[in-house]
């Protein structure tokens, strides 16, 4: 089993480069624009979860890879796991003749409004998000949504669900980031 740590540090640069190159297409797995640790840990979770050599995963963050330093609880959070976020994709990367038929997962939020990456909503296979549903239904497009509190919530349920052997840093990532949007009942 492929941990959390070594899929960010090798395996998602070995894939990126191999996609870039041939025809090898990828799951993509976004998050929202706000870019908050919520959606950066769904879809830097997910992505490594679903993942395998035969069908192959990536995150993709909704924001420029230089905005990452501003996403404090991010860093901190990523710093203390010893966690790196430099080979994932960022808009910085988006190619759309590359990218056309690549099948993508919407973490935290249920529709691409962001232009860049505008070309990517038709290509929508799943969702796992806890807003309010900006998109009709449709067969093609499985809908996993709930008014949790946050939707990293919603993603360790499937994942604690599949996977019995999550290492112990990964656990954190995803408790934590359940409990920065935890708001206790008055
Ligand atoms: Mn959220």
């Known amino acids: 089993m492929l941990t959390l740590d070594k899929y960010l540090s090798g395996e998602v640069a070995v894939i990126k480069k191999r996609s870039s190159s041939e025809a090898h ?11 908050d640790l919520d959606s950066v840990v769904c879809s830097v979770i997910l992505a490594w979860h679903l993942h395998s050599a035969e069908k192959p995963f990536l995150p993709l963050l909704n924001f420029y890879r230089n905005d990452l330093a501003l996403r404090s609880e991010v860093v901190t959070l990523l710093g203390e796991l010893q966690l790196s976020l430099e080979h994932v994709l960022y ?3 988006v190619d759309a003749e590359v990218w056309g038929d690549w099948s993508v997962i919407l973490v935290d939020h249920n529709l691409i409004n962001v232009d860049t990456i505008k070309f990517l909503d038709k290509n929508v296979i799943e969702i796992y998000d806890h807003h309010v549903l900006e998109r009709q ?7 996993i949504l709930e008014r949790v509190g946050s939707c990293s919530t919603l993603v360790a349920e499937k994942i604690f669900s599949e996977n ?3 290492d112990v840093s990964t656990q954190f990532f995803l408790i934590l980031s359940q409990h920065c949007y935890y708001v206790p009942k008055p």
């Not at 297409?25 to 870019?35: A, D, I, M």
């Not at 239904?137 to 809908?143: A, E, L, T």
């Open 164 to 166: 019995s052997n999550v």
């Open 137 to 143: 239904r449709s067969s093609n497009v499985k809908i």
């Open 25 to 35: 297409p990828v799951t993509l797995v976004l998050g929202n624009e706000s870019g």
């Open 91 to 93: 808009l910085d990367d």
